[in-house]
């Protein structure tokens, strides 16, 4: 099957760069610590990586606006945490989260465009714990906003339609 793929995802951890990791072609690429950041292969890290290998399984990998979102969707869900890089720069520091003011239509970068799909996930989440309490309600949001990868939507809007078809 197509998740078949993801059982076989390389990590490559404390290469020489700073500040950043990647996914491409199936393999996770970790930078080691410097230039004030931490070393990149820690939980929240690894985990959107690992939502870009799910994301490219499923042919979105070159998305634009939906790739970050949907990646920054797997560690936020996993932890049930909005933030995607705790402490990345230093304790108190993130590099997104999902509580953020990020509007529709997405624009800027990829990361600031993701951030209004993440935003919105973090909301949806929220609204269904606290109408169906935990963990009913974070079991939702991942059934949804896990389930969207396999439509492959090619923007947001098309993603909020599945979503709603999928509930």
């Keep these: 099957t197509q998740l078949d793929r993801l059982s076989g995802v390389r990590a490559t951890v404390n290469q020489g760069q700073a ?3 990647f996914y491409s072609l199936n393999a996770m690429t970790f930078f080691h610590a410097a230039g004030g950041c931490v070393n990149t292969a820690y939980n929240t890290v690894v985990s959107h990586e690992w939502g870009h290998g799910l994301d490219d399984c499923f042919g ?8 970050e979102g949907v990646a920054d969707t797997i560690p936020m869900l996993m932890n049930d945490d909005p933030i995607v890089g705790r402490d990345f720069q230093g ?12 509007k529709y239509p997405p624009s ?7 951030e209004v ?18 963990p009913k309600g974070l079991d939702l949001a991942r059934k949804l906003f896990v389930g969207v990868f396999p439509t492959n939507p090619p923007n947001q809007s098309t993603g ?3 979503i709603f078809i999928l509930d």
């Design 160 to 162: 909020v339609r599945e």
């Design 108 to 114: 800027g970068s990829v990361h600031q465009q993701g």
């Design 19 to 21: 500040c950043n990791a």
């Design 117 to 134: 799909w993440m935003g919105w996930m973090w909301d949806c989440r929220t609204n269904f714990v606290a109408s169906l309490g935990q």
């Design 91 to 102: 304790a108190g520091t993130k590099v997104r989260t999902g509580t953020n003011t990020r």
């Design 60 to 67: 979105g990998i070159a998305r634009g606006q939906m790739q």
